[in-house]
């Protein structure tokens, strides 16, 4: 018996480099989000009862072993978005800030290790309070029941969180509030919160460095290290510039849309007119999309990322968005450039101050010996060796000697095998699967040759 054919994209794979898998992810839970959307189109043009039950069962089970799988680790939206792609898509980046803040509490668990030996006095950013949240910490965004608690005290406190948040950025009410161009509050809420989680890992990154910064000036003190040590100078910081450039580019595409916006609003402009001031404002966001995915990024941290392009870092490829995932808003596609523009900005400094306890650490081993002789003698020579085996510690995190990889894959197993359980839930008795690039695409030459009947194929 010949079958009707369903299209989905290839099942996709996890690509672990370096240690690090977090350019893959993005794609990986948003094709499988797609994969209900994608059958639900199909499913549309079958006429057949039978067959038609079958792929709504398997469209039901799928959606709900991502909700139960993606639901053991990431926390669920605000509001339920209908588009599933989407919802996933700001799972993912949520996770993938996660990822950020498992490496940052390794690293502050180190650190505040040597902020014992040197006595230095700074307060346990995980301890600190969520400014405009009662009873709520910092270090609650490391559970699962921690965020859900922030989550649902942002919902109480909705007035203050967004005058909280805003006064972070005051872009981030750009989004889904109509100052582009779609008016979506349960998009809007997610950017609240993406940008919330942003600023509390900012916070750890701000400890990271005034730890490592005292560090330095305790080692200068050293008798043979210290002027190894003054000679590095001090951490710095890499991202002031690249900030400048973006913000420059965002306004500015941002205030050439708005002006083409008002003249669309105000009803002054024929059709004609008004299809071409269309264009014009389309131009404008792809000419911003693509300027920023084209920034390089130079070394070493092109190669401590893996990714020499912005768009490779953020895993953002255009062609990709709307043929398989149906990306249309290019707003959406903006707000999660500026989101992952703000992580990745947040990254570099982390790796820059990584980078110069690595400069440490070489300081270290050339006076080693040296060091160990005087340390029965000198009391702060003792303290400074002791130093010396957490600094190994942070050097092995930055240079990947904690594969992330291999953690993530033993303490979260399901969420890596969920290509496997959601492909094996596609229906087969009425239908043939072909998995292709981009999966089901309207209007395909493939498509168009096979003709979706009205009836049970026969034998």
Request: charged share 30%; hydrophobic share 45%; with cysteine.
């Amino acid at each position: 018996m010949s079958k009707f054919v369903l299209y989905l994209p290839e099942p996709p794979q996890i690509e672990c480099k370096n240690g690090d898998m977090t350019k893959t992810l993005q794609n990986y839970f948003k094709t499988l989000g797609s994969v209900p959307s994608q059958l639900r189109v199909q499913a549309a043009m079958l006429n057949d009862n039978d067959c038609t039950k079958e792929l709504e069962n398997s469209i039901a089970e799928i959606e709900k072993v991502i909700n139960e799988i993606t639901g053991i680790l990431m926390t669920d939206v605000f509001t339920k978005i209908r588009c599933g792609v989407d919802e996933m898509e700001y799972k993912v980046r949520e996770f993938l800030k996660d990822i950020d803040v498992y490496l940052q509490k390794l690293l502050l668990e180190i650190l505040f290790k040597i902020v014992e030996i040197i006595s230095f006095a700074i307060p346990n950013p995980l301890n600190l309070p969520i400014p405009f949240l009662p009873d709520c910490k910092l270090g609650d965004v490391f559970t699962k029941e921690g965020k859900a608690k922030i989550k649902a005290a942002m919902a109480e406190y909705a007035k203050e969180a967004q005058k909280f948040i805003k006064g972070i950025d005051e872009t981030v009410t750009d989004f889904f509030t109509g100052e582009w161009n779609i008016v979506a509050p349960d998009y809007s809420a997610e950017e609240l919160w993406q940008k919330l989680v942003d600023w509390i890992n900012e916070q750890f990154d701000i400890s990271i460095t005034k730890i490592v910064t005292a560090m330095t000036d305790f080692l200068k003190k050293v008798p043979v290290l210290g002027s190894l040590i003054s000679k590095l100078g001090s951490i710095t910081d890499p991202t002031t510039t690249l900030r400048e450039f973006f913000d420059k580019l965002y306004k500015k595409a941002k205030e050439e849309y708005q002006e083409i916006r008002k003249k669309l609003l105000s009803g002054e402009y024929a059709d004609e007119v008004r299809a071409e001031l269309e264009k014009q404002a389309s131009k404008i966001m792809n000419a911003f999309i693509d300027a920023i995915l084209a920034i390089p990024i130079p070394p070493p941290f092109s190669s401590l990322l893996g990714a020499n392009t912005v768009g490779e870092m953020l895993d953002i490829n255009m062609e990709e968005e709307i043929k398989k995932f149906k990306t249309f808003m290019k707003e959406k596609v903006i707000a999660r450039i500026k989101d992952g523009w703000n992580r990745l900005m947040n990254k570099l400094k982390r790796l820059s101050a990584l980078s110069f306890v690595e400069l440490i650490m070489k300081a270290f081993e050339k006076v080693l010996k040296t060091l160990k002789e005087l340390a029965s003698t000198i009391p702060i020579v003792k303290q400074a060796l002791k130093i010396f085996d957490f600094v190994i510690q942070l050097v092995d995190i930055f240079r990947g000697k904690v594969d992330v990889c291999t953690v993530m894959n033993i303490i979260l197993k399901p969420i890596f095998s969920l290509a496997d359980v959601v492909y094996g839930l596609l229906p087969k008795a009425c239908f043939e699967l072909k998995f292709t690039k981009y999966g089901y695409l309207p209007g395909d030459e493939q498509l168009e040759e096979v003709v979706i009947t009205a009836t049970r194929p026969s034998a």
